[in-house]
T-cell receptor, first 113, second 111 residues
Framework: EAQVTQNPRYLITVTGKKLTVTCSQN?????MSWYRQDPGLGLRQIYY???????DKGDVPEGYKVSRKEKRNFPLILESPSPNQTSLYFC????????????FGQGTRLTVV | GDSVTQMEGPVTLSEEAFLTINCTYT??????LFWYVQYPGEGLQLLLK?????DKGSNKGFEATYRKETTSFHLEKGSVQVSDSAVYFC??????????FGTGTRLQVFP
């Protein structure tokens, strides 16, 4: 089954404790991205990757890191989480091109206390 | 910059009512337009899309027409069901791989 898998689904952590949210896709997509969803703000792009070893900042990259060592995986790293990073996070993947469908993971609800 | 504006929610309807969710956009050039739906506890999934002016996207009884003259892409359905209760996102792709989303509109359908 074609899918984007995120883990964990739920995470509660403390300020400053490094964490990684994993994302994996099995559709051989070149393009992968991370979004955060906040009430009243919709989805905002954090980082994206157009292919292996190619990553770039989205609209809200501060406090986040990513890597793309393999085509299927695109982990999101919070080196020192802060409460303002409490949010619902989505990973998405697609083929390149403006008309293509993006496939989303089920989301990771992160709470930083 | 490019942006999408959606009507505030929630939209509350009785089953079999007519649905309209308004979406307008600002973009340079000719973006592709999308509606994504998010069911409770799930990620977003593509509902329909349109890639050029006057195109009509349709799926599962939902329709939206790309109106360049009014920069709009309103979502409509003739008869909603309880199972349509979800959050609906309008989005555009401005000639790149990137998606720019609206803030989302929650639809609640009651029996």
């Amino acid at each position: 089954e074609a899918q984007v898998t995120q883990n964990p689904r739920y995470l509660i952590t403390v300020t400053g404790k490094k964490l990684t949210v994993t994302c994996s896709q099995n559709m051989n997509h070149e393009y992968m991205s991370w979004y955060r969803q906040d009430p009243g703000l919709g989805l905002r792009q954090i980082y994206y990757s157009m292919n292996v070893e190619v990553t770039d900042k989205g609209d809200v990259p501060e406090g986040y890191k990513v890597s793309r060592k393999e085509k299927r995986n695109f982990p999101l790293i919070l080196e020192s989480p802060s409460p303002n990073q409490t949010s619902l996070y989505f990973c998405a993947s697609s083929f390149r091109g403006e008309n293509t469908e993006a496939f989303f993971g089920q989301g990771t609800r992160l709470t930083v206390v | 910059g490019d942006s999408v504006t959606q009507m505030e929610g929630p939209v509350t309807l009785s089953e079999e009512a007519f649905l309209t969710i308004n979406c307008t956009y600002t973009a340079t050039g000719y973006p592709s337009l999308f509606w994504y739906v998010q069911y409770p506890g799930e990620g977003l999934q593509l509902l329909l899309k349109a890639t050029k002016a006057d195109d009509k996207g349709s799926n599962k009884g939902f329709e939206a027409t790309y109106r360049k003259e009014t920069t709009s892409f309103h979502l409509e359905k003739g008869s909603v069901q309880v199972s349509d209760s979800a959050v609906y996102f309008c989005a555009l792709s401005p000639n790149t791989d990137k998606l720019i989303f609206g803030t989302g509109t929650r639809l609640q359908v009651f029996p």
